[in-house]
């Protein structure tokens, strides 16, 4: 059986066919000319859109300008067309192939040859005020964000182990910097990127390799740098968005040394010190070796200075405290003290012995006192004591005659009969 070409009338109608692109399968086919009329319906709502790019072709055919668009940093180019009633003013307007335009564009697709063309509705060309006044407004807008803030500027080290320098290729700036950094400090180690600084690729070759050199662990500080130029050449490469954000994004801490006075590129209000030129950059990254070896001489003199002069002061302090009599004679302290001791000893005992003499001449009279009112005194000065039936006789009256006494005299004691009483009567 031989295989035939299905014909038209074999085909589904379009009514049968997959309403969407994701429905469609190996037996439900949408055919070309159906996706091509899908894709140029979905082109046709694209908005018209404003684009920048670098005119490569410009050719005027039958009133129709026929051109090619081609991205400023990238290989991405589109096709464009401009029809009689744009293209007659776009050759007054002094475009040719090489120039930086704006355009209003919106795409368009031809379904015979599937090709994809920018129908241009507008197209001007930007000239250097365009492009400065773009970078105002940038700058202001980056200044809103606070990229510009001096809080943000990272201070530069004293003395960096190694130092990162972008600049052109083969290029003065770099001579000078290597020159200049070297005579002031020798032992100066250098990691060096060399990129374009002009043109279209000047902004994202540098980035890249302050990207390389922010990698790297030893490089502390690095400088981008490039010599004198026109404005177009200097401003316009180092104020581009991306690299600005790169810098400002970066740890290590960037000087800017782009030699032109007159006008600042973003990229001097971004980092975090400028440089007026390369050669002044020099005296930013590294100290002066010799003016460094003076200063640490000078520091070493006063040093020595000072510590003769703090050593004199202490020797003779020294001396006037070891001339004092204390110090000549350190046992003249303990004879003081001894015989302090030895004082206040005999002032001790002397007044331990008063106190004691008192005490006992207290002691004898209060001993004469009680010796002359005891009992026994009285009885040493011949009087007696009469007991009568274990009781003291103090009346006659009490004693009867033939009654037996006890009598206790001085010395001894006897027992006596009372013979007769006499009553003594006492008024």
């Not at 000319?33 to 694209?46: E, M, N, Q, T, Y």
């Not at 401009?82 to 919106?106: F, H, M």
């Not at 400028?274 to 950059?281: C, F, I, K, N």
Request: proline fraction near 6%; glycine fraction near 6%.
């Amino acid at each position: 059986m031989n295989y035939q070409e299905p014909t038209a009338k074999d085909r589904p109608p379009l009514t049968a066919l997959p309403p969407s692109s994701q429905e469609t399968s190996e037996d439900t086919p949408w055919p070309l000319s159906h996706f091509s009329g899908k894709l140029r319906a979905h082109i046709d709502r694209v908005t018209p859109t404003w684009v920048e790019g670098q005119l490569v072709e410009f050719n005027l055919r039958n009133g129709t300008a026929w051109m090619t668009l081609r991205d400023l940093e990238q290989e991405i180019s589109f096709q464009a067309v401009a029809w009689r009633n744009v293209a007659s003013g776009l050759a007054d307007k002094g475009l040719e192939p090489g120039s930086r335009v704006v355009a209003l564009v919106k795409p368009s697709l031809w379904e015979k040859s599937g090709r994809l063309s920018l129908v241009t509705q507008r197209m001007e060309p930007v000239g250097l005020g365009d492009l400065l006044a773009r970078i105002e407004r940038m700058k202001q807008q980056l200044a809103a964000e606070g990229l510009f803030r001096p809080e943000r500027k990272k201070p530069l080290p004293v003395l960096p182990r190694s130092i990162g320098v972008i600049t052109g290729r083969n290029s003065d700036a770099k001579k000078d910097i290597l020159r200049n950094v070297t005579a002031r400090w020798a032992a100066a180690h250098f990691e060096i990127r060399e990129v374009a600084t002009q043109g279209q690729m000047a902004p994202i070759e540098v980035t890249a390799a302050l990207e390389q050199l922010e990698a790297l662990d030893h490089v502390d500080v690095i400088v981008i740098a490039r010599g004198g130029g026109s404005l177009e050449e200097v401003i316009l490469p180092f104020s581009d968005e991306r690299l600005v954000r790169a810098v400002a994004a970066a740890r290590t801490p960037v000087v800017s040394a782009i030699g032109h006075e007159a006008d600042r590129p973003l990229l001097d209000e971004v980092a975090d010190v400028r440089a007026s030129t390369p050669t002044g950059s020099a005296k930013l990254l590294v100290p002066d070796e010799t003016l460094e070896r003076e200063t640490i001489g000078s520091a070493r003199t006063r040093m020595s200075q000072g510590l003769e002069r703090m050593l004199s002061g202490e020797a003779e302090w020294l001396q006037a405290v070891r001339s004092r009599p204390v110090m000549a004679q350190p046992e003249a302290m303990i004879s003081v003290r001894a015989e302090d001791l030895l004082r206040l000893r005999r002032r001790a005992l002397v007044s331990a012995q008063t106190r004691l003499d008192r005490a006992r001449d207290w002691v004898e009279a209060t001993r004469s006192q009680i010796t002359a009112l005891s009992p026994q005194s009285t009885l040493d000065r011949g009087y007696a004591v009469v007991q009568h039936q274990r009781r003291i006789v103090r009346h006659a009256g009490e004693l009867q005659p033939g009654a037996e006494v006890h009598v206790k005299v001085a010395s001894g004691e006897f027992t006596a009969d009372v013979t007769t009483t006499t009553e003594e009567n006492r008024q």
